[in-house]
């Protein structure tokens, strides 16, 4: 069971208004023919509205699978999620998905064309429309003079705004990124977790967004779940909303650093119990 031990005060500042997105209880299985692997454990967190949600676990804890099922791809076997109220269970436009691999931009249709795409697809605007709401948010990722060039022409950073860009075309109500910067080069890397933050400072999206590195949930996120290894359970929540890339190095950034290592791996967490966090639930 996740009981929250203590400091449970600022998870929630406004208790009475619905979360966005709730997931409660969640256990999540692979079933192969020779076994059932458990992918996480009773994990259970709330959303709220704006929210930089990040769930930090190292390789393996069942982060992909959470957000998978976010997404609606894959029924829990346990609790529920739910969507303002409403149990998710299938994939929808309210929950867009942002995957590490950018190669996922189809090579043969233009920059905007490509972000055009899903708006089409799913049959919510026309042409003219998607057209425009395309080059409205190639624009935000500072990528107008772009949209009429084929993906290959890209950078690395560049095919991730374009995903970027895509995702948020949809106005989804949650965007879902999974480890999206992993395979770019440190200073690339750093540089869109920056455009990333401006973005959201302009468009107050909601994200959830998965990462195992402890600095980029830090800069990232205003809220860290923090899971176990394999299966995945709730070892703690902890607020970041303080820090940006202009953290990075100092010293409270990395106390904070320090202290979310020691809660993803030590076993003996009783230490951390005895100490007041007043900005971390512990759950165990
Ligand atoms: P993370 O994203 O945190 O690295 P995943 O969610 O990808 O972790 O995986 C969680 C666990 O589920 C791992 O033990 C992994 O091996 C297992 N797993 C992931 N995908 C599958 C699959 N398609 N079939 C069977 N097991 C899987
Ligand atoms: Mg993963």
């Known amino acids: 069971m996740n009981a929250p031990l203590q400091g449970h005060t600022v998870s929630k500042p406004n208790a009475a208004a619905q979360a966005l997105l709730s997931v409660d209880n969640v256990s999540l299985e692979y079933r192969t023919p020779q076994r059932v692997v458990r992918a996480t454990h009773q994990v259970s967190f709330e959303i709220d509205p704006a929210d930089r949600f990040v769930l930090l676990g190292p390789s393996g804890c069942g982060k992909s699978t959470l957000l998978k099922a976010v997404a609606g791809f ?82 690395g950073g560049m095919k991730a705004r374009v995903a970027i860009a895509r995702a948020l075309a949809m106005q989804p109500k949650i965007l879902l990124m999974d480890e999206p910067f992993a395979a770019l080069d440190a200073l690339t890397r750093r540089k869109m977790q920056e455009e990333l933050l401006l973005l959201w400072e302009e468009v107050r999206f909601t ?17 860290i779940l923090l899971l176990s290894p394999h299966p995945g359970r709730v070892r703690a929540e902890v607020h970041s909303h303080q820090y940006n890339l202009h953290s990075l190095g100092g010293v409270a950034f990395q106390e904070s650093a320090r202290r979310i290592h020691r809660l993803l791996f030590d076993e003996t967490p009783e230490a951390e119990r005895e100490l007041d966090f007043s900005d971390i639930r512990i759950a165990y």
Do not use: C
């Open 207 to 223: 994200l959830l967004f998965v990462t195992h590195s402890i600095e980029e949930a830090l800069v990232v996120g205003n809220r």
């Open 74 to 155: 894959i029924q829990p076997v346990e609790g529920e999620i739910r969507l303002q109220g409403q149990r998710v269970d299938a994939p929808g436009p309210d929950r867009i998905v942002v995957f590490q691999e950018f190669d996922q931009l189809p090579p043969w249709k233009t920059v905007k064309q490509n972000v055009m795409f899903p708006l089409l697809a799913s049959k919510t605007l026309k042409r003219k429309e998607a057209e425009e709401r395309a080059l409205h948010y190639l624009d935000k990722v500072g990528l107008a003079a772009f949209a009429d060039v084929y993906p290959h022409t890209l950078s």
